[in-house]
């Protein structure tokens, strides 16, 4: 079936480095990504998301890349601090069904101070 | 303004027993949305209310699972019969109207026992 996966279970940074964590997705139907922040007994907190019709997009210390040739999306987090350390799952929406959204298992990122 | 809040945000029950997780979503959300969420794993779609009518609920596993919303705000995800493999953090979601957009709860954690 449809999936959507990531390449890094886990990631280990030095606190003021840039961080990139990937993502593969399958159904290239998809035209809605969306990433998470999860803490450790918390719910998925959104961070930024992208439609199909964008290659990149910025917010606030945060960038979505999305390459839909070879069905990936990455994102890079600028000068990533200890706070930024959590499990980050990418999300797809297929076409006129964005509201049941598809995760990937998630990329825990780990910031070390 | 507040989030989306569920409750209760632990609940501990006996295999065969009957529950209810109730979700409170943002106000003036029309969308809602329930995932289930196991260890390790990323969220999986559950049930989708547009209002007071569930959209979708393809995601249920089996119908001793069943979800309302009956004025189109609070909705509860009420299960018949639980069994130790419906352990697991069930997370609620709400949208407003027009975009896509999920803002998660903090997840009520069940234990089946």
């Known amino acids: 079936g449809e999936s959507v996966g990531l390449h890094l279970p886990t990631l280990s940074v030095q606190e003021g480095d840039n961080s990139i964590i990937n993502c593969a997705y399958s159904?290239?139907?998809?035209?809605?990504f969306i990433w998470y922040k999860q803490e450790s007994g918390k719910g998925p907190q959104f961070i930024i998301d992208?439609?199909?019709?964008?290659d990149k997009r910025q917010g606030q210390r945060v960038t979505v890349l999305l390459n839909k040739t070879v069905k990936h999306l990455s994102l890079q987090i600028a000068a990533t601090q200890p706070g930024d350390s959590a499990v980050y799952f990418c999300?797809?929406?297929?076409?006129?069904?964005?509201?049941?959204?598809?995760f990937g298992k998630g990329t825990l990122l780990t910031v070390n101070p | 303004g507040a989030g989306v809040s569920q409750t209760p945000s632990n609940k501990v029950t006996e295999k065969g027993k009957y529950v209810e997780l109730r979700c409170d979503p943002i106000?003036?959300?029309?969308?809602l949305y329930w995932y289930r969420q196991s260890l390790g794993q990323g969220p999986e779609f559950l049930i989708y209310?547009?209002?007071?009518?569930?959209?979708?609920d393809s995601g249920l596993p089996n119908d001793r699972f069943f979800a309302v919303r009956p004025e189109g705000s609070v909705s509860t995800l009420k299960i018949q019969r639980t069994e130790r493999g419906d352990s697991a953090v069930y997370l609620c979601?709400?949208?407003?109207?027009?975009?896509?957009?999920?803002?998660f709860g903090p997840g009520t954690r069940l234990t089946v026992l």
């Open positions: 999300a797809e929406g297929s076409g006129g069904s964005n509201y049941k959204l598809t």
């Open positions: 159904n290239s139907a998809s035209d809605y």
């Open positions: 992208i439609r199909s019709n964008m």
């Open positions: 106000s003036g959300h029309t969308a």
């Open positions: 209310f547009q209002g007071t009518g569930a959209a979708d």
């Open positions: 979601a709400s949208a407003g109207q027009g975009t896509d957009t999920q803002y």
